[in-house]
């Protein structure tokens, strides 16, 4: 029996060594750097300081509500815009299978490309977005990435460009399998269409939903590229996500006490966010 | 089948061959050079014994960038003058500083030699991990004086950026910061005589230069970071008689000269500057200099070799270059260098100097393309030999060299902090520029934001 244990543990030891190695230790670690003065040359234990600078730092508070802005719209309109893509391609039609090629290529295409061509589209002088406005609706555009009215946005649907197919792919997925003999009986018992859709195939998808908005609040939470390559957090800080400000305080200005800080703050609030979603999704009725 | 697969092979490893040949090309040693024995040769010149330090390995790191790159191609010329063995790795600025700041505050001493950025030179000072170089230029067995000719062939200034108290910790490796550029035939054509000398000067030609339809007065960097719009406006700062702080650290950002050199700026972007500007950068205004959408613009004077090439640009052959506009506290010049130092935990260190000065020499800057491709040194810069092949170079080099004497090495700061403080201005700078807040409210702010940065870094115990 002994020898069988060694061996279980055995075999799990290259998973635990993995696990400790590359999750828990840098996890620990940034927890440990977070209460200290860590930079390149002074590496002091400083108590809670770094928290309680990062409270009253208003620079804080904006990166925060930024990058809920962020994560609320960027997810929320691609939830509602993939839910109709999906709904759309549940039905059969002809050339389903191409258009679906089709609508899946900006999940492929590499986050810094696809900020790189839309930094160059939003371009006022040069760009395709203006161009087009011109050309085709005879008004002038907007200075996209730089007026603080339109920035956040102009970020925000790089996102939803990019990320709309990958929440589409995973609500068909949900759609195909929802069983055809309820929507059947609700149509007999004279629902329409609209009625099937809202009390019957939103809460048999509750579940798949949820795991979309999940794995799309988690990316939003960190996203980067996106916003770096576009306005690097401008103008001013109106695009500055809590993500940028850790990379800012981290390797720009080489303080890695305050950047870990600011990660667990991260963490916090990503966790926060989950719950609030699962709580949601997991009442009844 | 198989036969013409072979031909094949055959006929694709010629042409490489061949091409290869091609790429070493008649100046590949330089316009003076004609062969790598030329180049060898030449520097026999120098009254030392090159071969001391015969069978070493230096460890090299740099900057990814065209001067770089091309001193690079010609280490074989060193090895085989020095017998020193050089590993050289050649990454992008970022990962450079990086690499570089773990290297040398973790007193690993991977690297013997190293390309610096001035702005870091207090931060290696502070963790003592620089060697000093004037013990090496003043070792007659390593370094010949009249060959080598520090430092009378070097601008002052330059010199001086790459001192900390006094101590001279780099060599430098280009000449360039800051220059006026502006499109001669549009102030012909508007008839303005001469380039702006003062700041309301530069403000009537931007003005009467902008036809937004078909190019702007103006463009400068407007996108926020403490090498980007910062690298421009600490000119117009220091010009106008801010500072940004007294001999007492206390930040001078709110000092009416401060706020009114971020109005100017910000304001002049905004009437006579392109659509967006807060968020150009360099290249940016490059291209915008090049597709005829800019008629003045103040950066690096590294862009001439690019506007001035037809291939690359509508408007070669259109630009004039000038020294900066002056303001109440004269011209400023920000200077940029990029400078080559040693590490203190090398164990190579005076192969590592005999590579130094192999690459600051002027046959290896001759080279490498002198002028045209910013080298450091005063004797190759103002060297007429060029000027046949390049019609714009001398009106630059009289402009640059001119310009060059305006230089403040600390033009941004070279503290430790400053990669923050440059962050946080650079944002509050970018703020007046997109019309968010005025100048007054956002240096006020960001003047408090820079006094804690200083505070919490313990500059007011």
Known sequence: MKARKVEMYAFILPGLIFLFLFSLYPTLFTW?????????????????????????DNVFYISLKNTLFYVVFAVGIEFII????????????????????????????????????????????????????????????????????????????????????????????????????????????????????????????????????????VEAFKAFESIFITTKGGPGYNTRTLNIFAYLKGFEFMKFGEAATLSIVMLFVSSFLITVLRKFFSKEG | MKRIT????????????????????EYFYGKFFATKDDLLNSFKKANINWRQFEGETITFIGNAEPNQESIMKLVPVFEELTGIKVTQELVNEENLRQKITVDLTGKTGV????????????????????????????????????????????????????????????????LSGTLMMYRKDLYQEKGIAEPAKTFDELWDHASKLNKPDDYYGIAMRGMAGAGLNMFIWTTFLKSFGGKWWDENWKPM??????????????????????????SWEWSKILSGLQSEKVAITIDTPAFAISIEDPKLSKTAGKWGYAPQPAGKAGITMDPYSWYVGINKDSKHKKAAWLFITWMTSKEVQLAIGGPTIYVSRLSVNSDPRWREDYPWLEGWQTALMENVKYADPDCRPRIPEYPEIGNIVGVALQEVTSGQKNAEDAMKEVNQKVYEILEKAGYYK
């Not at chain 1, 039905?91 to 609508?103: H, M, V």
């Not at chain 2, 061949?18 to 090309?25: D, E, F, V």
């Open chain 1, 32 to 56: 440990y750097t977070s209460f200290r003065d860590f930079s390149i040359f002074s590496n002091s234990f400083n108590g809670l300081r770094n928290y309680i600078d990062l409270f009253k």
């Open chain 1, 82 to 217: 993939g839910m109709a893509i999906a709904l759309l391609f549940n039905q059969t039609f002809k050339g389903k299978s191409i258009a679906l090629i089709f609508l899946m290529l900006p999940m492929i295409i590499p986050p810094v490309v696809s900020a790189l061509s839309f930094l160059m589209m939003y371009d006022p002088t040069l760009g395709l977005m203006n161009y087009a406005l011109k050309t085709v609706f005879h008004v002038s555009g907007a200075t996209w990435l730089t007026d603080p009215k339109t920035a956040i946005w102009a970020v925000v649907s790089i996102d939803i460009w990019q990320w709309t197919p990958f929440v589409t792919l995973v609500l068909l997925a949900g759609l195909q399998y929802l069983p055809k003999e309820t929507m059947e009986a609700a149509r007999i018992d004279g629902a329409n269409s609209i009625q099937i859709f809202f009390s019957i195939t939103l809460k048999l998808m509750k579940k798949i939903i949820m795991i979309a908005l999940l794995f799309r609040t």
């Open chain 2, 6 to 25: 072979i031909l094949l092979i055959v006929t694709l490893c010629v042409v490489l061959f061949a091409s290869t040949l091609a790429w070493g090309g």
């Open chain 2, 111 to 174: 690297y013997d030699a190293m390309l610096i950025d001035p702005g870091y030179l207090a931060l290696y000072d502070k963790s003592q991990s620089l060697d000093d170089l004037s013990v090496f230029v003043n070792d007659a067995t390593i370094t010949d004086p009249n060959w080598y000719q520090w430092p009378s062939d070097f601008p002052e200034q330059f010199i001086k950026m790459g001192q900390i108290n006094n101590v001279q910790y780099g060599i430098p490796l280009h």
């Open chain 2, 253 to 278: 950002l709110d000092s009416p000269e401060s706020i009114e050199s971020a109005k100017y700026y910000s304001d002049i972007l905004k009437n006579y500057g392109p659509p967006g500007v807060s």
